[in-house]
């Protein structure tokens, strides 16, 4: 079965310095990952996605993540955060037991940004 | 519309009273899905409809819970005689037919007083 494992539950961090959230998964087949960002009072927005090909993968905001398959992990990185990026960030995977549509979520990195 | 939207935007309902949340899908998009979002339980999926196809209900937390979604667009998740664990923000998503990104609403906030 698949499962994904988000290491902190909050992070927090000044303006301007880097940061990486971390997220492991677990999964016996090919795996597709993604991570979503949560702003405050809002619904979950695609951040970026590994499907295949290159494993540094670049979305939006400036984030960037790594698919690392020997260390089973997809570490979330941007390399000097604004006070705007202060949200809740969220690690996924295909629940390939389901439907298209089941996602299996972490739960969840509160990134904190303070000036 | 432009995004999903949801409705209401917060519920205030009493412990078994039943409750109707509406999700209204991005136009075209014919996969649909209602995950919830409670503090103990993180982010969970509920049901997941594709199409004219039988919906995934391997979610569902109770038979308490339904869905359903008429002529391929609005969906309904109805709750009947709620209770307290059922509070929570309920989270409908669309997506085109065999995308890999589902666009989310923002939510409905239950609570079960």
């Known amino acids: 079965a698949q499962s994904v494992t988000q290491l902190d539950s909050q992070v927090p961090v000044f303006e301007e310095a880097p940061v990486e959230l971390r997220c492991n998964y677990s999964s016996s087949v090919s795996v597709y990952l993604f991570w979503y960002v949560q702003y405050p009072n809002q619904g979950l927005q695609l951040l970026l996605k590994?499907?295949?090909?290159?494993?540094l993968v670049k979305g939006i905001n400036g984030f960037e993540a790594e698919f690392n398959k020997s260390q089973t992990s997809f570490h979330l990185r941007k390399p000097s955060v604004h006070i705007s990026d202060t949200a809740e960030y969220f690690c996924a995977v295909p629940n390939y037991g389901g439907s298209q549509g089941n996602l299996i979520f972490g739960k969840g990195t509160k990134l904190s940004v303070k000036p | 519309g432009a995004g999903v939207s949801q409705s209401p935007s917060n519920k205030v309902t009493e412990k078994g009273k039943d409750v109707e949340l509406r999700c209204d899908p991005i136009?075209?998009?014919?996969?649909l899905y209602w995950y919830r979002q409670s503090l103990g339980q993180g982010l969970e999926f509920l049901i997941y409809f594709q199409g004219n196809s039988a919906p995934d209900k391997s979610g569902l937390p109770s038979d308490r819970f339904s869905a359903e979604r008429t002529g391929g667009s609005v969906s309904t998740l109805t709750i009947q005689r709620t209770q307290q664990e059922d509070s929570a923000v309920y989270l409908c998503a669309s997506s085109l037919a065999g995308a890999t990104e589902a666009f989310f609403g923002q939510g409905t906030r239950l609570t079960v007083v």
């Open positions: 590994y499907l295949s090909g290159s494993t």
């Open positions: 136009s075209g998009h014919t996969a």
